[in-house]
């Protein structure tokens, strides 16, 4: 589905999509790990990148510097799994009802 759906889902859904954010820092070991199954990230240098910034609250520059990863593409990575995340946030409404 495009973005642009988002105010029709929250309104058929009921979902507040924005309330399901990811805080860098409080992130599990296991949701991070299943998002990034979900994820189409394969790269390890991302991955780890984005570990140390989701889960153990890095900073950017320095989790990416840490594995040699690219900052710009570490970005294009932390946006898939804010996406991955609220698509997430949306089928646990599905699966409830």
């Known amino acids: 589905m495009k973005e642009g759906n988002s105010d029709y889902r929250e309104k058929t ?4 999509i924005k309330s399901k954010i990811l805080i860098p820092g409080c992130v599990s070991e296991s949701v991070f790990d299943l998002l990034i199954e979900l994820s189409s990230i394969h790269s390890k240098k991302i991955i780890n990148a984005l570990h140390d910034y989701l889960v153990l609250g890095v ?4 989790a990416c510097g840490r594995y040699g990863a690219s900052i710009s593409y570490f970005s294009i990575a932390l946006g898939r799994v804010f996406h ?3 698509i997430v ?4 409404y599905h699966y409830q009802s």
Do not use: H
């Not at 900073?59 to 320095?62: A, E, I």
């Not at 946030?89 to 646990?92: E, G, R, W």
């Open 89 to 92: 946030s949306q089928l646990i």
């Open 84 to 86: 991955t995340n609220q």
């Open 59 to 62: 900073d950017r520059k320095t």
């Open 13 to 16: 859904l009921g979902v507040d």
